[in-house]
């Protein structure tokens, strides 16, 4: 009976127990995870500067239009455009009084959400620049174009028939200039110049044509790939007229017909070549917000390369072509000059440009969250393609230049849970990646 009484009790008491586990587990209360951020769209920004092409000083005070946005450039000559929510292709007008306009072309391809693509450009623009020689109609005349160690010569034959810019044919004599001048930077397609020179009254015309000779400035070879534009509209058109050689004067000869601005330009062919990835030091690398309740990082800085350089010095790549003396030293220099036109009128460095950049984009770090931010850039490559001749044009040599272009930086928000397990994922990442803290 004492037996039975016990187990009783001892039945009770373990009920008991069972029933209070079970009101004590049915209470616990289990804490949702803390959502994370939605993915936001990426965006795209520009940076970019302005420059005196005659001086190379920053240029203050320039226009600068795209598309229906427009900015001025400060002191330092610099502009931007943040935070633009499309990809695609974007041209920049600039303007500024004194100065010729050019503009600038760029291209964003889509990005993935929560990236921001940051695209560094850089311009040069032109000043104006102002002479003249009595022509006697009967008589004709050659005026002799002051160029340094390259001069030129314009031949007017006698009895050439001139008419003015009305369609007036001139019979008295009359007075012409002809002079060298600053190339006008202008259109998305450039070639870069020999020689420019400028020639008025603007909109005189001539029947025959008037021969133009320039000095070659090369003594064992001739450039191969030269042609005669002529600027209208603001813009530069390739003339039908050839581009000839003279080689017992050592000379490139053609002709015009109408006066205005022409160029002995280059023609070299350029093709894009392999583009390459190299990761980047995020300084804002990570950013833990332990708090509770929600906070925000706007400005997040990074260490990214500019400019671009010549995938081997120019010397040797001439040496392999076995062109040595001063031929090399001249075409090093017109070999600088065509690509430096295709860049935005900046030279070549011998080195890349490493320097501290910002983008400000303000990201949401909720409560009890962290936030790693990764970076790369990508770095293009193009080829030039210039051929020269020896002064007999029995041998022709090719020059092929490559050069490497530092590129747009691109930068990865990843939101994640601030939990037992966080240490151990940015443990040491945020030292490799170049800091981060606390917000």
Known sequence: MKARKFFTKLMGVASASLLFALFTSACTKVDEPTPLPQPQPATYSIKGEVYNNSTNAALAGVTVQMGTLTTTTDNAGKFQFLNLTSAGKYIINLSKAGFLSTAITLEFQPAAPNH???????????????????????????????????????????????????????????????????????????????????????????????????????????????????????????????????????????????????????????????????????????????????????????????????????????????????????????????????????????????????????????SLTYMIVTGKQTFNTKTYTLKVKTLDGLTEKTIVVTTIHAGAVELFFEHLIYDEHAHGHYHGHDHGLGGGGTV
């Open 116 to 366: 921001a693509m940051i695209y560094t450009v850089s311009a040069k623009m032109v000043p104006y620049v102002p002479g003249g020689t009595y022509i006697e109609p009967s008589v004709g005349g050659t005026l002799f174009i002051d160029g340094g160690a390259q001069d030129a010569t314009l031949t007017v034959a006698a009895n050439t028939v001139v008419k003015d810019a009305n369609g007036a044919t001139i019979t008295t004599p009359y007075q012409i200039l002809a002079v060298q001048a600053n190339d006008q930077v202008a259109g998305t397609t450039l070639n870069a110049p020999l020689k420019v020179f400028s020639f008025a009254p603007t909109g005189y015309t001539f029947t025959p044509a008037l021969a133009l000779k320039v000095d070659n400035p090369l003594t064992n070879y001739r450039y191969s790939n030269l042609i005669l534009q002529y600027f209208t509209n603001n813009a530069w058109v390739t003339q039908t007229t050839p581009v000839t050689f003279d080689a017992t004067a050592n000379d490139y000869v053609t002709s015009i017909s109408h006066f205005s601005m022409y160029k002995l330009a280059f023609d070299v062919p350029i093709a894009a070549g392999a583009s390459s990835e190299q990761p980047i030091t995020v300084i804002d690398s990570l950013k833990i917000n332990r708090g509770l309740t929600g906070v925000s990082w706007s400005n997040w800085k990074h260490i990214k390369k500019s400019g671009y350089v010549f995938s081997q010095p120019l010397d040797a790549t001439l040496n392999a072509a076995g062109i040595t003396g001063a031929d090399q030293e001249q075409l090093i220099n017109s070999i600088k000059n065509i690509v430096k036109y295709h860049n935005g009128g900046i030279e070549a460095q011998n080195a890349f440009t490493s320097g501290e950049d910002a983008f400000v984009s303000e990201k949401q770090i909720p």
